[in-house]
């Protein structure tokens, strides 16, 4: 948590939304800006929704354009440093919350990429949560859009022909695993083949086994009383593994990108896919007929302890030497009026923000929801983690978990050493 999120997820997670690598609209000159008053230029990784919300911008400002590109989590992260730190960076770009990975909000403005965005309408409207990881040395940098969350979405027309019933307890998700790969559907599409994809279903799992026994766990580990290796996240990563021996998975997780992942869970070769909300409307583009409902991952045999991760998403954030500042925060503004919200949300499948938007959450997300007005909700674990080296730990030690290379007690240790060495 990508997406997202992540992870975030998240991470990075995502918001992840974290989406499959592909251009969109006009892409942005080798100089990262424009001189046209006229001409914005954005760097987005939100495909298959930032389209809708361009158009509806410039339609709201006549004459004006909007040159912009979309590429996945994984190679935005890549980019996005690099083009700030050389001059070729946008005017506008995707922003990820919190601390957890290269695109990241303290990450960015801390060595002053970004523009200072608390004088925005909306900057002091953000809930207390979204501001703790949109903002930097209390000034806010990030216009979250929407929030998101991560846990198991089940295509309702593949389950219901296989004859099974989503799980609410540990011991139910186990044995749906084994009746669904009995029937030959597997229960859950992984496409681990993308890096940010495996934090999912750990923090899922991490979500209850940590957080439902101790809210507090980010501040201990903060304060040096706690580590991921003697805590329940040995637990969650046990489960994970669990999991993949229990045949809850495709064949050859490593070996299948996010892409095929959906494709998979939206035609009916899986039962469903362990991600965040923002894939639900990618399912439905691969498969307008089908009906994708998420519901929590389950980790203990109490319904009553389940808590899913979810938190803000990816949002955007202005290039502090933007060419075109003033369309740059015009277009932020915009993302965070209730057109440009809304229009972002339903075509991501999440929810928005800020409340009084006037929008009506997809059935869909009726878990979700009920989930964050019960505040039985966690954030994406590396929104609060000290440095992105963590998460890009985590994440490489997972495929090599899952390629036999290394073990959950090896990979926590690793995250440890990353956690201590701080900012």
Same mark, same amino acid.
């Given at each position: ?45 939100? @495909? ?19 040159? $912009? ?5 994984? @190679? $935005? ?58 903002? $930097? ?9 929407? @929030? ?43 496409? =681990? ?64 990108? $996010? ?27 691969? =498969? ?136």
């Amino acid at each position: 948590m990508k997406t997202r999120t992540l992870p975030v997820l998240a991470a990075t997670v995502t918001s992840m939304a974290l989406l499959a690598a592909c251009g969109g609209g006009t892409e942005a000159g080798s100089d990262g800006g424009s001189k046209d008053s006229k001409t914005l230029t954005l760097a987005s990784i939100d @495909q298959g929704s930032v389209e809708d919300v361009v158009k509806a911008f410039e339609k709201a400002n006549p004459g004006v354009k909007v040159r $912009y590109t979309t590429s996945g989590a994984d @190679q $935005y992260q890549q980019q996005i440093r690099t083009q700030l730190s050389s001059g070729t960076a946008p005017d506008v770009m995707s922003v990820w919350p919190g601390n957890g990975n290269p695109g990241a909000t303290y990450v960015l403005a801390e060595p002053g990429y970004l523009r200072d965005l608390s004088d925005r309408p909306w900057a002091a409207e953000l809930p207390d949560a979204m501001k703790s990881v949109a903002q $930097y040395e209390g000034k806010t940098y990030t216009a979250v859009f929407g @929030q998101n969350g991560i846990g198991a979405v089940y295509n309702e027309q593949a389950v219901a022909k296989a004859g099974l019933t989503p799980p609410d307890t540990w011991t139910e998700l186990l044995d749906f695993c084994k009746a669904a790969k009995a029937k030959g559907t597997p229960a859950f599409a992984l496409g =681990n083949q993308d890096n940010w994809v495996t934090q999912l279903v750990a923090y899922a799992l991490v979500a209850t086994t940590v957080y439902g026994e101790d809210r507090d766990f980010d501040k201990k580990m903060q304060a040096g009383d706690a580590t991921f290796a003697k805590s329940p996240w040995a637990t969650a990563l046990d489960k994970y593994v669990t999991m993949e021996k229990t045949g809850c998975f495709q064949k050859n997780p490593l070996g299948t990108t $996010y892409e095929a992942s959906q494709q998979l869970a939206a035609t009916g070769r899986t039962l469903g896919i362990v991600q965040g909300n923002w894939v639900i409307a990618l399912l439905k583009q691969k =498969n307008p007929k089908g009906t994708f409902t998420l519901k929590a991952l389950p980790a203990t045999d109490d319904p009553s302890e389940t808590l899913i991760p979810a938190a803000a998403g990816a949002g955007y954030g202005v290039n502090a030497k933007a060419r075109n500042e003033e369309l740059a925060l015009k277009f932020v503004d915009f993302v965070m009026s209730p057109e440009g919200m809304n229009t972002f949300v339903e075509k991501q499948g999440g929810l928005p923000s800020l409340p009084d938007t006037g929008f009506a959450a997809d059935p869909s997300l009726a878990e979700l929801s009920e989930f964050i007005g019960s505040d039985r909700t966690v954030p994406f674990m590396d929104q609060l983690w000290p440095n992105p080296k963590v998460q890009q730990t985590m994440l490489s030690g997972l495929q090599e978990i899952f390629s036999g290379q290394s073990t959950p007690e090896k990979l926590l240790d690793e995250m440890d050493a990353d956690y201590k060495a701080g900012s």
